[in-house]
């Protein structure tokens, strides 16, 4: 067969070429039906998901912390670090589908048998030659059923898997940073509202001790007012305990030691609070922003591609290889008079293996159906977890507007019961249950104030970050890729 004819054999097998296995489809899967809570609401407000979402908490040192947890959290750069790899198995995968081109060079000093086959030198093996070579070799396998364009088609839904990973981990990582940072404030306005009570027992423990010493007090409203200090006073170390323990959590996060927050936040503040209406539904298309469900498809979609890999390798391998080269004993002769060339197809087909493409088949179908499942389970979970965190966030909120008019007139109340002490006309158990009533109410609303902030995150990241009508939604893929920025 002529060059001329092979190149023409192969351009047509080439045009013809198919791919085996089947066509990866997107799955009609639950998100494509759910609305959590009926259907969605035009009217609601709505936020923005180029808006970064903490920034609505109007806290510049959450803020500030969350832009140092994206700069060094360890987790996120070795999330970044499997997108790198994820890239460069992909660049494999694409470098299969071009010719292979490899250029080699060499002198040997070189002595034949005497008793062997012929002496290229012509000295019966009698003497030493020099041998000089040098040349190229080209092979191209021809992608006749598509088994080389499956396993790219696998590894950039491998690489996507990565990509969604790392969205992920940005976005769980945003959410523990701020939860984290929310329960430590959380702790310090109990150890506040501790720190008051205490204040107040101990003035109250002081006028029973004058109110005895006047003969109007009993030894027991002293010891009542004494045990009470002393309760206040057994509460701080506790709460000190779980403010420095959720500073070191925070410490972890930004990968700095233990302790190297403690002066920035070791000032008491305010728990972040937001008081925002959440849509009363949601589209099941932001399903399509959470990356747990972009990986799971991504997942299903490399899963798909390989079957069309093991169907291929049921078929026959051809592969065009050709060298071009000079050969010479002397190196002024080495020119083109001393060339070699050599170009011809290769056929390989499996004949038997023992049922090893059978049984590669039939796992690789296997984990395809796995993946398919693992999808609408994610799917599944996704809309338990948002329409738990809408309910979540709605019962907070309303419990804290509950118990702040309890702590108010809890306070009104130890006000009166405080006079009216002063005054005789109760005892001092009177003051007692006034006064943990009052701490009871106050510790239940910084509670209910973290609950309330901490569902919201919870919901911001169960929906992947925000939520927005059709026309406020950018792509995913621009969503996810900015998502990567180190840069907030």
Partial sequence: MSVRMTFAVVASLTLSACSLGPDYAHPQGLEDTYSVHGSPDASAPLIEPDTPWWSRFSDPVLTSLIHRALHSNLDLEASRLRIEQSRSALQIADAERLPQLDASAGYQRRRSSENGLSDPSEQDGKSAFGFWEGGVKMSWELDLWGRVRRQREAARADADQALFDASGVRLALLAETAQTYIRLRGAQTMLLITQDNLSLARRGLALSRIRESDGVSTRLDVAEAAAQVASFEARLPLLEQRGERLTNALAYLLAEAPGAL????????????????????????????????????????????????????????????????????????????????????????????????????????????????????????????????????????????????AVEQNRIAARIAQQQYAEGAVDYLNVLSVQNALLASQEALAESTSEASLALVDLYKAVGGGWANEAGTRPIHSFLLGSLEKQP
Avoid: K
């Fill in 262 to 405: 403690r002066d920035e936040l070791g000032e008491p503040s305010a728990t972040p609070h937001l008081e925002t209406d959440v849509p009363p539904s949601l589209p099941s298309q932001l399903a399509q922003r959470r990356p747990d469900i972009l990986r799971a498809e991504a997942a299903l979609h490399a899963a798909t591609a390989r079957i069309g890999v093991a169907r291929a390798d049921f078929y026959p391998r051809i592969a065009l290889s050709g060298d071009l080269g000079l050969q010479s004993m002397q190196l002024d002769e080495f020119n083109w008079n001393a060339r070699t060339f050599g170009i011809g197809p290769q056929v390989s087909l499996p004949l038997f293996d023992g049922g090893r493409l059978r049984g590669q088949l039939q796992l690789t179908e296997a984990r395809q159906q796995e993946a398919a499942l693992d999808y609408r389970r994610i799917v599944l979970r996704a809309w338990h977890e948002v329409d738990n965190a809408l309910a979540g966030y709605r019962h907070a909120q309303r419990r804290r507007d509950s118990l702040e008019e």
